[in-house]
């Protein structure tokens, strides 16, 4: 088994998702039902963070008073991960620059809404 196999296997196994939704934002076009909301969770100003460190944030528990059941990722750079409700990205020297990442929330009541977060890395 190559290296390259074996690392997609560990992906799957201890992040729970396909590494090939992982992408840069910038590479992606998102496809985004016209019938859902987006949101930005950080408001106007992006969050912060210096290169090589790791941004931690967590997403809300709940969006427009539904309980959120899951969140998964749309656009998430490489060396992240989620674990339910928190987001972890290990940053270094190349992502200098602003970041905008994607989620997709599933809502107790079976619909679905997306949100996005803002970093910078300086």
Same mark, same amino acid.
């Given at each position: 088994?190559? +290296? ?7 992906? &799957?196994?201890?992040? *729970?998702?396909?590494?090939?939704? %992982? =992408? ?35 997403? +809300? ?7 959120? &059941?899951?969140?998964? *990722?749309?656009?998430?750079?490489? %060396? =992240? ?42």
């Amino acid at each position: 088994m190559t +290296p390259f196999l074996i690392a997609i296997l560990l992906a &799957v196994v201890l992040h *729970g998702d396909s590494p090939a939704s %992982r =992408s840069f934002a910038a590479d992606v076009t998102l496809n985004i039902p016209p019938d859902t909301r987006l949101r930005t969770l950080s408001g106007a100003a992006p969050d912060t963070v210096k290169s090589g460190q790791t941004f931690i944030t967590n997403l +809300p528990d709940s969006l427009y008073g539904q309980s959120v &059941v899951r969140y998964r *990722g749309i656009t998430l750079p490489a %060396r =992240s991960w989620l674990l339910k409700r928190s987001f972890f990205w290990k940053t270094s020297a190349s992502d200098r620059g602003d970041h905008e990442f994607w989620f997709r929330a599933l809502l107790k009541d079976e619909t679905t809404d997306s949100l996005s977060i803002r970093v910078t890395v300086k």
